[in-house]
């Protein structure tokens, strides 16, 4: 049995060696774009986080186990994805400030030997402070939004942000750690 991350994030990649010693990564080719959503962010992160699994199992052999993930923001029920400029990272940021918004993360795990299949989502509540214009815009000529849901990392920067959390830290950053822990013992049993 051998373990494959189907993400290409290294965020992920850090967090998943907290739980799993050894593991390859098969980058997933899914496209994200084709998954529509239709109003339940916790079935949109699972349904995106299955097609990244089902993307690699062609590149998985017959005893491998398949995790994949997905991670969104959500303001008044609208995912907030990566930014696709300064532009849009400053309106998100903006929006976030001083209020509470929450992340959702879909994790997928594939037993390609038994065929088991298992997704679920985790939220995660995080408030942020208010937010000056200027910290907002020093951050963004960081770079460090631009790649992120939400266009921030708790884990770099943004974390000053931060005002309280209520749920799992590592979700917010990619993978929530004991969710993901105990699917992987329900598919190994």
């Not at 994949?68 to 309106?91: C, H, Q, R």
């Not at 299949?117 to 907002?136: G, Q, Y």
């Given at each position: 049995m051998k373990f494959i991350l189907a993400s290409a994030s290294a965020r992920r990649q850090e967090l998943l060696k907290r739980i799993v010693d050894d593991f390859d990564i098969i980058v997933s080719e899914f496209e994200e774009k084709n998954v529509e959503f239709k109003g339940d962010i916790n079935k949109y992160v699972e349904e995106i986080a299955l097609g990244k699994a089902k993307a690699v199992l062609n590149?998985?052999?017959?005893?491998?186990?398949?995790?994949?993930?997905?991670?969104?923001?959500?303001?008044?029920?609208?995912?907030?994805?990566?930014?696709?400029?300064?532009?849009?990272?400053?309106?998100?940021?903006?929006?976030?400030?001083?209020?509470?918004h929450e992340v959702y993360s879909g994790v997928c795990i594939i037993?390609?030997?038994?065929?088991?299949?298992?997704?679920?989502?985790?939220?995660?509540?995080?408030?942020?402070?208010?937010?000056?214009?200027?910290?907002?815009?020093?951050?963004?000529?960081?770079g460090s939004p631009l790649d992120k849901a939400g266009s921030y990392g708790i884990q770099d920067e943004g974390g000053v942000f931060v005002e309280g959390i209520k749920g799992d830290y590592y979700n917010v950053v990619g993978l929530p750690l004991n969710g993901t822990y105990k699917m992987i013992k329900r598919v190994t049993k």
């Open positions: 590149n998985a052999q017959s005893e491998d186990i398949i995790i994949s993930a997905d991670t969104v923001v959500s303001f008044n029920n609208n995912i907030l994805g990566k930014p696709v400029d300064e532009e849009d990272a400053f309106k998100m940021l903006r929006m976030l400030s001083g209020n509470t037993n390609n030997k038994t065929k088991e299949i298992i997704c679920e989502s985790f939220k995660t509540e995080v408030t942020f402070s208010e937010i000056s214009d200027d910290r907002i815009k020093k951050y963004i000529e960081s």
